[in-house]
T-cell receptor
């Protein structure tokens, strides 16, 4: 398996909802990443996990809560999001410092 | 400051014409440089990295440390090359991960 799989593909939620995004890879990569991408803009790094430990938090608001339960799985828990959080959320993984492999993303809309 | 600059938002060429997508970076050290491509409705994927010195889909990129540039070139553009191209920099980090800093991207449109 040489892919990063993200679910769901689309998510619509209200500002008071709690939801989670899921990312999975079975390539043996030990670094996993969350990015936010707005339309016609480059991806912006949010979080980096290395060996299941949070290594980078790019000053992301606490309404986004990452979790790495094991080396293959990365979650992003969402709570009380704002309309400006509507975006494509990308997950990526890499073999330690190697090139990153991206998933298709979850397109999130906040009502 | 660490920065990647892609000066052209859109590059429009005809099929068979040469293509050069410009990328300049700002970093006081020896970063790793990448080109990523995003075709319509497809995931972001790695096209080239400077340390491999490969040619992928006819594209090449040479790192010029003096000019701090990593321009992407192809001698004869094809319609299927139409996509968004991102240049990215990764500073050398320990800790078993890297940190990609992306340029704003250049949309390449190849016309028949």
């Amino acid at each position: 398996d040489t892919e990063v799989t993200q679910t769901p593909k689309h998510l619509v939620m209200g500002m008071t909802n709690k939801k989670s995004l899921k990312c999975e890879q079975h390539m043996g990569h030990r670094a996993m990443y969350w990015y936010k991408q707005k339309a016609k803009k480059p991806p912006e790094l949010m979080f980096v996990y290395s060996y299941e430990k949070l290594s980078i938090n790019e000053s992301v608001p606490s309404r986004f809560s990452p979790e790495c339960p094991n080396s293959s799985l990365l979650n992003l828990h969402l709570h009380a999001l704002q309309p400006e959080d509507s975006a494509l959320y990308l997950c990526a993984s890499s073999l330690t410092g190697g090139p990153q492999h991206f998933g298709d993303g979850t397109r999130l809309s906040i009502l | 400051a660490q920065r990647v600059t892609q000066p052209e938002k859109l590059l429009s060429v005809f099929k068979g014409a040469p293509v050069e997508l410009k990328c300049n970076y700002s970093y006081s050290g020896s970063p790793e440089l990448f080109w990523y491509v995003q075709y319509s409705r497809q995931r972001l994927q790695l096209l080239l990295r400077h340390i491999s010195r490969e040619s992928i889909k006819g594209f090449t990129a040479d790192l010029n440390k003096g000019e701090t540039s990593f321009h992407l070139k192809k001698p004869f553009a094809q319609e299927e090359d139409s996509a968004m191209y991102y240049c990215a920099l990764s500073p050398p980090l320990s800790g078993g991960y890297n940190k990609l800093i992306f340029g704003a991207g250049t949309r390449l449109a190849v016309h028949p």
